[in-house]
């Protein structure tokens, strides 16, 4: 392969316009979505009325309902070319699923009509024994099946009608990720509306948000096949720094280069057509890396989304000759890419129970949901991190880039200061907005109508409170984020809970509610101030040290990380919340080793095979010249004058070749001991192992990539992989 006819390539690319539709984003927004338009102009008023019962009310749809509602589907989605119809689901792998069929069902007389009922809306059997199920599903019981969730719209991909589904077992137990994130949003919403309701009586219902911010890479489609480690593993296992890459900080927020730019806009308009509310596009801060993000929106929604757009994402960045890579680290030595969750909670009174009210009582309300979010975020900091460690995040977890290997969290200069403040005062003291009161400021809590403050983000924290909401910045790119925010969700169910008896139980000796609140609010604001609240550089070492005097989980090994799913604290949490039973968090596991051991097993296996069959064929072919060149010498001077060079290099490529190659054979014993353990967490913990032993080999072939004739070299090199034109 001639890597640098490759690289000529993406030099005469260009950059085609995409075909953008006539009018204005605001006419074509939504199109491909059945929503609320849609089903006005398509079911009649009574069914729109029983579905909306059923979206709102959480409750399933009957069979006379379902078909009605598929009937207007049918017409709305045939008249927008519809022949195929999938329940779209999201297993757990990473990605999602989908099997099509076709709308035709023989008419009895040689031909077709084209069906779709009720019963095919609502569930289906899909024949999917083949996803991980964690023992869920033993084969002689292969069954589950998926089942329309309504608060997800249906949606339209090419030619087929994507219904979003969970995917469950018949036994009950969630296959997917969609099931116990559907189950912590309705348990978050349940514990905080009897507090909510303390502040307003007329609050019904509590909304989990999502604003996610995607980060990718993006990389020329032909340098992307020349390197089989970026096709098969998502990331590069080789390649030498290039000598200017991220040192000067001119990509991040720099002019969007053009080809890129032309991927943003299609997928805009793709994105825009799905519903999905696409707001921010820049470049980030590693070289060829960009972000994207939506604005948030009701978080099983908005999660549905991002699954639609990392989707689309690959696809159109095929149709624009690039790939995209959502890998966590695609390149050593430059920022991975993460995916940072904004998540909030509000009423459905339109209150953001993460921003300062109108009032004092508002206030408190705010204060009272910023404290026991961050006492849940302490309690469950070990479990927090086991949501967000993954084979492809442990490249961030602990390696001096967002996030730490511990999860603490950042609550601002001012937030602190308040909680401070509320420690010393007297409960019952009022909570003003800064300058609203004529009172004179001693005596008094006072909390900013809206935090202008944002410089003073910490970056190094992984949880940190930006304003109006929590960023949640641990989550891995390529991640499904109900992953992360099932966990988060439960927590904080569970501490609010709590705090709901302790607060019923102040109420129940005579105090004013501001009185209560605050009494039961004081242990968990000292509590949060001595363990997870941390303002400092989370990357130092002496953070680690402070961490675990704190009483924080420092774990760095991803596989033990794990076992905090099914810790005492939290097999409580999750059956106190109704989240994952025993059996579910047990299954999942299993599943999360697997995907580990999997992911690492093809990683070594590869390294292995590339090392073997294209970095040293290329130095012993640079090796060779080298020689003839020492021979030549000696037959010309009869010495080897003048070659002390090349005998440098020679000793130095011979150095490199054997390391490479007994470490080869070193990788292909240990990987064979670690396929004999039986048990998943012990072949995990064996590819743990081995993958910490990966740089080892790795450091000798990004050594050759500096030694050999750059002509020999068989893989695109990172300054060329960063081309982006
Ligand atoms: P930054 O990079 O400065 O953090 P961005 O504009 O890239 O900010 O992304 C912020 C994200 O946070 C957007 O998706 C935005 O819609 C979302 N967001 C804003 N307010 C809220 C909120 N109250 N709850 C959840 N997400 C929010
Ligand atoms: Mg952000």
Redesign the pocket.
Known sequence: MDRTALVGKVFSREAKTPEIPEGKVSDYFGCLVFGPKAMEQYLGAETLQALRSCIDGGHTLDRQTADKVAAGMKKWAMERGVTHVTHWFQPLTEGTAEKHDALITPDGHGGVIEVFDGSMLAQQEPDASSFPSGGLRATFEARGYTAWDPTSPVFILDDTLCIPTVFIAYTGEALDYKTPFKRSIKAVSDAALPICRLFDENVNKVFT?????QEYFLVDESLYSARTDLILTGRTLFGHSSSKDQQLDDHYFAAIPTRAAAFMRELEVEAFRLGIPL??R?NEVAPAQF?L?????EANLSNDQNQILMNLMHKIAHRKGFAVLLHEKPYAGVNGSGK?N???L?TDRGT?L??PGKDPKGNLQFITFFVNILAAVGKHNALLKASIASAGNAHRLGASEAPPAIVSAFPGRTMKEVLEKLLELPSGTPIEIAGKTGRNLTGLVELPEIFLD?TD?NRTSPFAF????F?YRAVGSSANCAGALTVLNAAVAEQLTEFKQSLDEELSKGKSLEEAAMDALKPLISYILDTVCFEGNGYSEEWIKEARKRGLDTETCVPKMFLSFTSKESQELFEKTGVFSLRELEARNEVKWETYTKKIQIEARLMERMALNHILPAAIEYKTRLLKVLELSREVHGSLRSCEAEKDILSELDSCISTIHSKCERLGEARKKADTKTDCYERAIAYYEIAESLPALRAPIDRLEELVDDKLWPLPKYRELFLIN
Do not use: D, I, M, Q
């Not at 948000?209 to 911010?213: A, I, M, P, S, V």
């Not at 993000?293 to 929106?297: D, L």
């Not at 930006?466 to 909401?469: D, I, L, P, Q, V």
């Open positions: 948000f999502l604003g996610w911010e707001k921010t820049h972000e993000a939506p604005v948030y929106g940072h904004n998540w909030s509000g953001n993460l921003s944002n983000r930006t304003g109006n909401r960023e």
